[in-house]
């Protein structure tokens, strides 16, 4: 487990669900990037690609509740990303392209930030 894990993992206690899952996205972005950089790759680059799956269809469930304080845009947009998220890594695999892998990282983080700035605001209010 890398230190930024033990970080998230230590934080996670005192976050709600939509902070969870943005901090649970950026550790999946670090581990697609870290699986990628491997001589041996392919069982790595499996369990990174399948577990970043996994944390997609998860947030798809979790932006469909209608407790879950998110405009219809950024529900859409969202249900829009996983189903290319999942056809990106359905399709390709391991043989997924160095580019292809950071379109999904960049996706992540830029996810994951949007995520942690909403429930910023929303605490604020």
């Keep these: 487990?890398?230190?930024?894990?033990?970080?998230?993992?230590s934080v996670n206690d005192?976050?709600?669900?939509?902070?969870?899952?943005?901090?649970?996205?950026?550790?999946?972005a670090i581990q697609l990037d870290q699986a990628r950089s491997l001589e041996d790759r392919n069982a790595p680059l499996a369990h990174a690609l399948e577990h970043n799956l996994q944390l997609w269809v998860e947030l798809g469930v979790l932006v469909k509740d209608?407790?879950?304080q998110l405009t219809d845009s950024v529900r859409e947009n969202i249900l829009k990303l996983r189903d290319f998220i999942a056809s990106m890594i359905i399709q390709q695999g391991i043989n997924i392209s160095d580019a292809t892998l950071n379109t999904l990282i960049n996706i992540n983080f830029q996810i994951s930030?949007?995520?942690?700035?909403?429930?910023?605001?929303?605490k604020a209010d």
């Design 66 to 68: 209608p407790e879950i």
């Design 113 to 122: 930030e949007g995520l942690l700035e909403g429930a910023s605001r929303r």
């Design 1 to 9: 487990m890398t230190l930024w894990s033990n970080k998230l993992n």
């Design 14 to 28: 005192d976050l709600n669900i939509i902070e969870q899952q943005a901090l649970t996205l950026a550790e999946a």
